[in-house]
């Protein structure tokens, strides 16, 4: 168990429509990263928050957005969903900001379909 | 550029036999290189991690990774594979502040 929680654990979901996807970091953990991992694109990068600020983007849709709060949970918005968003989509934390300098600990993920 | 690479899609070891997942990199300076796993139907987990220092790091699950400069390589080894050894294996670069994991060398152990 890394200390990392993802809700919910399944989402079926339809086209059009939006989800909201909720991480715990581990006690101690100021970084969260959201991560989406399909079988043709591997695991991809979306977004870095650390301590509440934004610290990195990378390929994250403008139908996604994101946030974490004063707490240092976060949440990933997934909206006008499309059949290509079905995919895991792993939160991951870790104590400190800079992504080169420490490991990170991922969540169980979640597992996204669209229909 | 600063770059990392996993040459390999898959390999495939006998149970018992030494295991090796490769890794190379172009970093400037000196570079902090890491080992994830990934065991199917769970998210991944961080193995071990290279800062400075001694070039063997240690890491879970008996594994070990060597860090060589001249050759410009952080190879992941077990001495002996186990089956429950099969997963996918993560070497992942940083690049403008992201880290990219790409899709990993998935490894097969033959019982």
């Known amino acids: 168990d890394s200390g990392v929680t993802q809700t919910p654990k399944h989402l079926i979901t339809a086209t059009g429509q939006r989800v909201t996807l909720r991480c715990s970091p581990r006690?101690?953990?100021?970084?969260v990263y959201w991560y989406q991992q399909s079988l043709d694109q591997g695991l991809q990068f979306l977004i870095q928050y650390y301590n509440g600020e934004e610290r990195a983007k990378g390929n994250i849709l403008e139908r996604f957005s994101a946030q974490q709060f004063p707490d240092l949970h976060s949440e990933l918005n997934l909206s006008s969903l499309e059949l290509g968003d079905s995919a895991l989509y792993f939160c991951a934390s870790s104590v400190g900001g800079d992504a080169s300098s420490y490991e990170q600990y991922f969540g169980p993920g979640t597992r996204l379909t669209v229909t | 550029a600063q770059s990392v690479a996993q040459p390999e899609d898959q390999v495939n070891v006998a149970e018992g036999n030494p295991l090796t997942v490769k890794c190379t990199y172009s970093?400037?300076?000196?570079?902090?290189l890491f080992w994830y796993v990934q065991y199917p139907n769970r998210g991944l987990q961080f193995l071990l991690k290279?800062?400075?220092?001694?070039?063997l790091v240690k890491g879970s699950y008996g594994f070990e990774a060597e860090f060589n400069k001249s050759q410009t390589s952080f190879h992941l080894k077990k001495p002996s594979a186990l089956v429950s050894d099969s997963a996918l294996y993560f070497c992942p670069m940083n690049r403008d502040d992201k880290i990219i994991f790409g899709k990993g060398t998935r490894l097969h152990i033959l019982p």
């Open positions: 970093v400037s300076g000196n570079p902090y």
């Open positions: 006690s101690g953990d100021l970084s």
């Open positions: 290279y800062i400075t220092g001694d070039n």
